[in-house]
């Protein structure tokens, strides 16, 4: 539950449309549900702005599923993350009119196709082909967050001409994601050359002396481009998370 319709339902009571016992039926369940292996929050929304995610990497298919019945049933938004295939095919089969995305290993369930409007541009660029999983959970997961959200791939330094090809559309976006592996240098050729802030996402693609993403991680932290920050190795989710909520407050602000 989201303030808007915590709101609705407020007034709902008193305006004499719903009864306090009915409203007292859907707010039972806040802030918390405990499901025994989880407890699902159903009052993220309403601290956040945005509910729960569901990271799937170490649940059963079962648990994941039940987890997501529960927030959909709150009229919530649902957006599962790091999601296998036999998750996958169970959330499919449990909601039909989920979205997964098999490169960005997502399934994204909405309340009644009530999806929002995007607003803003974010944007989520990537070094190579081998970084696209990382960069698509970015891009799934700003979308879900009503952010105006696109995707410039396999633009890394080593043809930096690709890059250059977008100077123009970079220049439009109020936040930009970049997501690189190997030595992980074009989160500071982005960030020289846009005013907008740069998240920069470390990717375990690479050969041995990348050590998994920490050579990649160690660049963008140290990135001599002012207003470049880091999100942690893979992580594309937080850096799309992070991304839509610079974009949406950034917007809410100015209007």
Known sequence: MDTTRLEQMLQAVADGNVAPQDALAQLRTLPFEDLGFARVDHHRALRTGYPETIFC?????????AIAQRLAAAESVVLATRVEEDTAASLVDRFPAADH????RTVVIWPDENRPDPRGLVLVVSAGT???????????TSSTMGAKTEGIFDVGVAGIHRLLAYRERL???R???????MEGALASVVGGLVDAPVIAVPTSVGY??????LSALLTMLNSCASGVLTCNIDNGYGAGYAAALINNRSLDNSS
């Open 101 to 104: 995305d098999e490169v960005a």
């Open 171 to 173: 220049t439009e976006a």
């Open 175 to 181: 936040v930009i994601v970049v997501v690189a592996g």
């Open 130 to 140: 081998s970084d696209l999983p990382v960069a698509q959970e970015a891009v799934v």
């Open 57 to 65: 990497q170490g649940k059963t298919p079962a648990q994941v599923v």
């Open 208 to 213: 041995g002396a990348s050590f998994g993403g």
